[in-house]
């Protein structure tokens, strides 16, 4: 194989960084900004760009602190897992900031940093791992195979979060099978995220002590499985308010409903 397969939709070419540089500013850490797809092209074959982003590291941080800026939907699980080990790897301090999003595989590389970091408006996702298939014909061993394999990916990816959070692994996988979105205060109550930073001109920090375990889960985007509309409502604010009438359902329905909100805020 000459060139690596295109995963995702992107502007990056093969071996080419998908990371930017931020060199240090007013005595500020140097950065490198994670905007966009983790590896858009599949990582056979591929032993080039995973030393470019070990070199860029170590020559941007020099052994000392550096900040990575992220915001990405996720991408190549492999290739995270080796960004999550280099990071790990790297002697001095390693800050991740989710200045918008962190989903599937960008959110293996976040927890790999020294201190995770959101900003008050982002998301955390977590989900099973996939595989997507092109024209591809595969027989019932294949397939086998290719469950083994995504069991084993999603047993190294539980193994990363319950490091991180302490929480275990039966309900973690649980909640990467249902596919959860958190926001940022929520993700640090279970502890997936050590600081959430305020809007602007509010430079208070918010840690996981500071707060009880009882936010609810954000009323993430609308294009998501987990979130029906009926169920946006019910994580409002003002749960109690809202009737039957309101979000135009059953008796029955809203009780249903009320149970999984519940069942998503445990």
Not at 44 to 51: I, L, Q
Request: with cysteine.
């Amino acid at each position: 194989m000459t060139e690596p397969i295109r995963c995702f939709e992107g502007e990056t070419k093969p071996h080419e960084p998908f990371w930017t540089v931020r060199n240090a500013v007013d005595g500020a850490e140097p950065e490198l900004e994670l905007y966009g797809y983790i590896s858009e092209y599949s990582w056979f074959d591929d032993d080039v760009t995973p030393t470019l982003f070990k070199d860029a590291l170590y020559t941007l941080g020099g052994g000392g602190p550096v900040t990575i800026r992220m915001n990405s939907y996720g991408g190549d699980v492999i290739a995270a897992s080796l960004i999550g080990t280099m990071i790990k790897d790297y002697p001095g301090h390693v800050t991740v900031q989710i200045d918008g999003i962190a989903a599937s595989a960008a959110t293996v590389v976040a927890v790999s940093a020294n201190t995770l970091r959101m900003q008050e408006t982002a998301y955390f996702m977590i989900h099973d791992p996939l595989a997507v298939f092109m024209f591809a014909a595969m027989n019932i061993e294949e397939l086998t195979r290719m469950v083994d394999s995504l069991t084993a990916v999603k047993a190294g990816i539980v193994n990363a979060y319950e490091t991180k959070t302490g929480l275990s692994r039966p309900r973690l996988a649980k909640m990467m099978t249902e596919e959860t979105w958190l926001d940022a205060q929520r993700a640090l109550d279970l502890g997936f995220v050590d600081e959430v930073m305020g809007g602007a001109g509010d430079d208070k920090k918010r840690k996981k002590k500071d707060y009880p375990e009882n936010t609810a889960m954000v009323n993430a985007l609308r294009t998501y499985r987990n979130l029906p509309e009926p169920v946006r409502m019910l994580l409002q604010p003002k749960v109690t308010d809202i009737q039957p009438a309101d979000a135009g359902i059953t008796n029955q329905a809203m009780d249903k409903l009320r149970a999984e909100v519940k069942l998503l805020k445990e």
